[in-house]
């Protein structure tokens, strides 16, 4: 049973279906990757996700379980948590109290633990710990994506979602942010990463979908669609 | 400022008034000033409901001045409840039981004010969310629920009360406290209701600004002023946090309901909220709307300043200040003394 199953899941601005049909698999423990190119529909579908867009056909199952109806926070306890497009950091808190925001929902049972999944995010994050009373609004680039990151790992979440964590970051941070991607999942944690940097994404998925205006058009393990001629000339800007 | 207040005021003034009499403003400055704190206290208070509310929807909640005209008859039917009849003189308890009954009475306000502005925010505004109004929609029912909000005291309390309350005229007061001297300060003499007031607002507005900066429900409500769709996917249940600001708005509203009624006793009336309701959103707007300390901060500065300027132009100008003071404000400083810090992120 995948962990995440979207079945015939169709989105609609309006009359303009964005999504239209989508159907795909994430495994526990996996990293997928969805590749596509700007509109194919990759921040609608995480959207739908994560209940923040209604569908307006189709289903999103979680854990065996059709959740298409459940509310969006609600999705966040069950196990479901989103470091968004453009990040999303709360611009006049300051890091901990963000990183606080990812632990919103979640009651732990021991202080103890929460103190243990923090001291975990700073591992992670060296950077967010010295910066950790600076107010969110002043960090750069790549430190609101570690923070948007590091909050959304504050839930303890059974599905990452990451919508384009390299946008906008400097070669050296993309570098940094991805080995860190894929420590999370090698600790166990399942993520759905969306990307337009194929190149990076592919060499470090499992398996990916490609998108394009909002139907899957390839699907395969990461590294076969890194080899496909058809996907080079599209995504890797290779002719 | 100060300059161009006076400026302003003597345009304004024009041939009506022969000259400010600035005497009349040194002679009473500090007289003035405790006035103004106690009034302002007040103020703040209630611009706090609708600087919240504006934070976390971005709607003026004109029917605010209701929920607090709802704490003065809130306090007042719990003062009826507890055996005290209106009366001409003040009720001789103690100190010691006065200040219970006077807690009692606050509580008793900031529940029917809190209960109300709850109550409002489930029938009139969230229909309109569910179904996506848009934002005059919000702002035409905003004074519309403030009609009925006032008519309701108007005709349906006194059928309901048989008569004891709400109804045309002000309800006679019912005394709890004595206004006596306390002591001095600079050449002004300091009374025992004035101090009640700023003591309990300072607390009010002390335990206000740290459950919203140091609490979780608190970071629940700056999370979705700042950014509502990334709160949601932080797991926080945006139509919580609305209620939750209202409710706060409602208490601090009732409270506020309390403490004029000890300041000025024959106000408890159905339109007694409207001009103070203004005055209080006025300072809203002086502080910076969205921003809990503006609020706080407007508030007392609205207070004094519409003192002082009674003083120098005559006491038919005092909500004249008060509102030019705001137009001067908007003129030279529209983000206000200490700007939108709840508000969204400005790219």
């Given at each position: 049973m995948p962990l995440l199953e979207l079945k015939d899941l169709t989105v609609s601005y309006g009359r303009i279906e964005a999504v239209r049909g989508i159907s795909l698999t994430v495994e526990e423990g996996e990293l997928v990757t969805l590749i596509g190119a700007n509109g194919a529909g990759k921040t609608t579908t995480m959207?739908?996700?994560?209940?923040?867009?209604?569908?307006?056909?189709?289903?999103?199952?979680?854990?065996?379980?059709?959740?298409?109806?459940?509310?969006?926070?609600?999705?966040?306890?069950?196990?479901?948590?989103?470091?968004?497009?453009?990040?999303?950091?709360?611009?006049?808190?300051?890091?901990?109290?963000?990183?606080?925001?990812?632990?919103?929902?979640?009651?732990?049972?021991?202080?103890?633990?929460h103190d243990e999944t923090l001291a975990r995010v700073y591992e992670l994050f060296p950077r967010l710990h010295e910066r950790r009373d600076q107010v969110g609004g002043t960090l750069s680039g790549g430190e609101q994506q570690m923070l948007a990151i590091?909050?959304?790992?504050?839930?303890?979440?059974?599905?990452?979602?990451?919508?384009?964590?390299?946008?906008?970051?400097?070669?050296?941070?993309?570098?940094?942010?991805?080995?860190?991607?894929?420590?999370?999942?090698?600790?166990?944690?399942?993520?759905?990463?969306?990307?337009?940097?194929?190149q990076q994404a592919l060499s470090r998925?499992?398996?990916?979908?490609?998108?394009?205006?909002?139907e899957v058009v390839t699907s395969g393990a990461g590294k076969e669609l890194l080899a496909d001629p058809a996907v080079k000339q599209a995504y890797l800007g290779v002719a | 400022m100060s300059v161009l207040l006076l400026a302003g005021g003597h345009v304004l003034a024009g041939s009506m008034v022969s000259a400010f009499d600035i005497g009349a403003l040194g002679r009473n400055f500090w007289a003035l000033t405790v006035d103004g704190l106690?009034?302002?206290?007040?103020?703040?208070?209630?611009?706090?409901?609708?600087?919240?509310?504006?934070?976390?929807?971005?709607?003026?909640?004109?029917?605010?001045?209701?929920?607090?005209m709802f704490g003065m008859f809130g306090q007042y039917a719990t003062l009826m409840l507890l055996g005290f009849s209106p009366s001409g003189n003040a009720y001789?308890?103690?100190?010691?039981?006065?200040?219970?009954?006077?807690?009692?009475?606050?509580?008793?306000?900031?529940?029917?004010?809190?209960?109300?502005?709850?109550?409002?925010?489930?029938?009139?505004?969230?229909?309109?969310?569910?179904?996506?109004?848009?934002?005059?929609?919000?702002?035409?029912?905003?004074?519309?629920?403030?009609f009925v909000l006032q008519e309701f005291v108007h005709f349906v309390l006194p059928k309901l009360t048989g008569g004891n309350l709400g109804g045309v005229n002000a309800q006679q007061p019912i005394r709890l406290v004595q206004a006596t001297a306390q002591f001095h300060f600079g050449n002004a003499t300091v009374n025992n209701v004035e101090i009640v007031i700023v003591v309990a607002a300072l607390g009010l507005a002390f335990a206000t600004d740290r459950f919203i900066n140091a609490t979780k429900f608190g970071r629940g409500i700056r999370a979705v002023a700042q950014d509502p769709v990334t709160a949601t996917l932080m797991g926080v249940s945006?139509?919580?946090?609305?209620?939750?600001?209202?409710?706060?708005?409602?208490?601090?509203a009732g409270a506020a309901g309390l403490l004029y009624t000890l300041r000025v006793p024959s106000g408890i009336l159905y339109s007694g909220g409207f001009i103070l309701g203004i005055k209080a959103f006025a300072a809203a707007v002086l502080g910076g709307i969205g921003n809990l300390r503006g609020a706080l901060l407007g508030g007392l500065l609205l207070g004094v300043m519409e003192l002082y300027g009674q003083a120098l132009f005559g006491t038919e100008w005092r909500d004249v200040v008060a509102f030019v003071l705001l137009i001067l404000v908007l003129m030279f400083r529209p983000t206000g003394i200490l700007g939108e810090s709840l508000g969204r992120a400005r790219a």
């Open positions: 959207r739908a996700i994560s209940g923040i867009r209604q569908l307006s056909r189709g289903s999103v199952w979680f854990d065996g379980k059709d959740i298409s109806r459940m509310k969006a926070h609600e999705r966040v306890l069950a196990g479901i948590v989103q470091a968004p497009e453009g990040r999303g950091v709360f611009p006049g808190m300051t890091v901990v109290e963000n990183l606080e925001m990812g632990a919103y929902a979640r009651v732990f049972p021991t202080k103890a633990e590091g909050r959304a790992l504050m839930a303890r979440p059974r599905l990452l979602l990451l919508d384009e964590p390299s946008m906008g970051l400097a070669p050296m941070v993309i570098q940094q942010i991805f080995r860190i991607v894929t420590e999370i999942n090698q600790a166990g944690t399942t993520i759905l990463l969306v990307e337009q940097n194929a998925s499992h398996r990916a979908y490609i998108l394009e205006t909002g | 106690t009034y302002g206290s007040i103020y703040a208070l209630v611009a706090v409901g609708y600087t919240l509310v504006y934070g976390v929807l971005r709607l003026i909640n004109f029917a605010h001045s209701e929920i607090f001789q308890q103690g100190t010691l039981m006065t200040i219970v009954y006077l807690l009692v009475a606050m509580v008793g306000g900031m529940a029917v004010a809190g209960g109300a502005a709850v109550g409002l925010e489930r029938v009139a505004y969230r229909p309109l969310r569910r179904r996506g109004a848009p934002a005059l929609v919000f702002l035409i029912t905003a004074i519309g629920a403030s945006r139509e919580r946090v609305i209620m939750l600001t209202f409710l706060v708005g409602g208490l601090l």
